[in-house]
């Protein structure tokens, strides 16, 4: 982070400087996932231009941009009991004064390694997970669901 980089990339995207923390510009979002680590996330389309984009950002300084496109499904959880769904299976406090919108954490959940993010106070998160748990994590979430009479389901 040094050298000319000024923070923002050509997509606007300031990428977060506080810990466990996610910004988010127009479809781009970047997470804090450790020091000098961030995933940053967009639409679909030209990945190893915007792996290119993060390069020519830092081109000053020291960094690697890998494309990781194609490793991870992101499963919607929303709603007012999506929060005690979680924490049937997280071993985080995501009470809502620790854990809230525009924070991010990788954690396991049922036995799969995640990165957890919460876009609002309804509340909705984002659950990216290696594509090969994918099947397994929404078969657990249908499950813990029934007990709040809840249903997963698709939509596009």
Request: glycine content about 10%.
């Amino acid at each position: 982070r040094k050298g000319r980089y000024n923070g923002i990339l050509e997509c606007g995207l300031r990428l977060p400087a506080e810990a466990n923390r996610f910004t988010v510009a127009g479809d781009f979002a970047g997470l804090w996932l450790g020091p000098n680590e961030w995933l940053v996330t967009g639409p679909g389309g030209p990945e190893t231009d915007m792996t290119q984009r993060l390069l020519a950002a830092f081109a000053t300084t020291h960094a690697a941009a890998t494309d990781v496109t194609e490793a991870r499904t992101v499963i919607v959880l929303s709603g007012p009991r999506a929060r005690e769904l979680l924490m049937k299976g997280v071993s985080l406090d995501l009470h809502p004064r620790l854990f809230g919108p525009g924070q991010c954490a990788q954690t396991g959940l049922a036995g799969a390694n995640i990165i957890l993010r919460q876009l609002d106070d309804r509340p909705t998160y984002d659950i990216h997970v290696l594509d090969s748990f994918a099947e397994h994590l929404w078969q657990w979430l249908e499950g813990a669901a029934r007990e709040y009479r809840i249903a997963v389901g698709v939509y596009s």
